[in-house]
């Protein structure tokens, strides 16, 4: 691992995309004051650039409108970057940051292409820089207790596993009808904009290379075909809101009517959180539009089956047509059985005393209240302690296992499209 050159603490970030990934790192870095601290941001809307700078004290000279202006100074401006720009601008900020020397987090997915994913590993690998992709899955208490007993052979050899990704009937409306992610050309494939976490999950716990892949979905409800008679096309008009799950006024003004729920989404549709801009937004942005009337075009469900070495199977589900909630596994070993409904209690059931013993991961401490389970504690956490301690060890989401998965998941896409299997 590249020393940093300066050892000393705390690191000093610089955080590129203010946006809402981009606030997660930088709040994080607040909370772990001996071992981070945001010294710059580089982001063009106002709003979000100005509050970053506010909340944390950034000198008016390490304030930027954009990564292009920050990278042109050919400074290393702070020891790390943390790129939480939309996915196709994460190559060419890797490219601009890397060669000044940063370490560098960068979010996922990596890029939207297995091409441009390889030239980021090239650069990266070129410049030597300490590097981590946010699969922030990896560094949940709950995913470390898994990997821990599936690599002790407490259920002996994994022989297959169950994985279900229920993204949440609102949410997918959200992001993936409404918001950023809904189509492929503007962002990137479902399965690589929101399931790449579980197709890597899936591979951090088999621990074996993918062999073969198959892969079917599709988008089947958020269509026209599906609009109501008499829907409107703004939900801020329509006459059936109250009867539809997904309508984007009972469901954000069922928000702002709580402040507990002030944060993300809402935050997404608009910042200011008041009365007045909520309504603006869904009457003239992405978010008010009903969700049978979007330009979306990405899968609300897809299922995707692996075959690793050894013979090893997985099967893994991506649907929108859940509520909310934890991701649902089960691991089945030759020895026993691992499960768990909400990515947080594991029962083990051992087939030679036919006892469950159940473990509850929240009661170490990661609450599912924080960033995905805890995990973007802590990879912030194992991403600095890394650097500063020298311990590259710490870092499970590095070049190589995030080039694996990433690969594995464009072979899946491939799948999905040609209806054929595709080998590795
Ligand atoms: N790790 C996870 O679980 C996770 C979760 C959600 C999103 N993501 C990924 O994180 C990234 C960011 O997502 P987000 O939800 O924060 O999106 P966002 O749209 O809220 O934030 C992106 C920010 O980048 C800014 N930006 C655009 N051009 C820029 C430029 N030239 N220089 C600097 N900033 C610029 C935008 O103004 C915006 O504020 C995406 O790649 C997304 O796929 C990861």
Not at 55 to 82: S, Y
Not at 240 to 255: D, R
Not at 382 to 410: K, M, Q, W, Y
Request: net charge positive.
């Amino acid at each position: 691992m590249k020393k940093t050159p300066q050892s000393t603490r705390p690191l000093t970030f610089l955080i590129v995309g203010a946006g809402g990934r981009g606030f997660s790192y930088a709040n994080l870095a607040k909370t772990m004051p001996g071992k981070a601290r945001v010294v710059a941001v580089a982001e063009p809307r106002a709003f979000h650039r100005e509050k970053m700078a506010r909340e944390h004290g950034i000198a008016p000279e390490m304030v930027f409108e954009t990564w292009q202006e920050a990278a042109a100074t050919g400074r290393c401006l702070a020891d790390c970057v943390a790129i939480c720009t939309q996915d196709a601008d994460h190559e060419a900020c890797v490219k601009g940051f890397a060669h000044l020397g940063y370490h560098i987090l960068l979010e996922k997915p990596m890029a939207p292409t297995a091409a441009a994913c390889k030239r980021i590993i090239a650069e990266v690998r070129k410049h030597g820089n300490v590097f981590a992709v946010c699969h922030v899955l990896r560094y949940t208490a709950y995913s470390r207790a898994v990997k821990r007993i599936v690599d002790s052979g407490r259920i002996g050899e994994i022989v297959s596993v169950e994985h279900l990704e229920p993204v949440g009937f609102w949410h997918q409306a959200h992001s993936f009808v409404r918001g950023n992610w809904r189509n492929e050309k503007e962002s990137s494939f479902m399965l690589l904009a929101k399931s790449c976490h579980d197709i890597d999950w899936l591979s951090f716990i088999v621990g074996k290379p993918w062999k073969h892949v198959s892969s079917f979905g599709s988008l089947v409800f958020f269509n026209k075909e599906h609009q109501p008679a008499g829907a409107a096309d703004r939900c801020l008009d329509c006459k059936l809101s109250k009867k539809c799950p997904y309508s984007a006024k009972e469901f954000y003004f069922g928000m702002l009517a709580d402040e507990k729920r002030h944060g993300w989404p809402l935050d997404v549709v608009d910042p200011t959180f008041t009365k007045k801009n909520l309504t603006k937004a869904p009457r003239e942005g992405p978010y008010g539009r009903c969700v049978f009337a979007c330009d979306n075009d990405v899968v609300d469900h897809q299922v995707v089956n692996f075959e690793y070495e050894g013979g090893v199977t997985s099967s893994f589900t991506m649907t929108a047509f859940t509520p909310m909630g934890g991701r649902r596994t089960r691991i089945f070993g030759t020895k026993g059985m691992l499960e768990t409904d909400d990515s947080s209690v594991i029962r083990i059931f051992d087939f030679l005393t036919q006892k469950t013993e159940t473990i509850d991961t929240n009661a170490s401490g990661a609450s599912m209240a924080g960033g995905h389970g805890g995990g973007d504690g802590g990879l912030m956490d194992a991403f600095c302690t890394a650097i500063l301690e020298n311990r590259p060890e710490l870092i499970v989401s590095g070049v190589d296992a995030t080039i694996e998965s990433h690969l594995a998941t464009f072979a899946a896409e491939r799948s999905r499209k040609t209806g054929r299997t595709v080998n590795a």
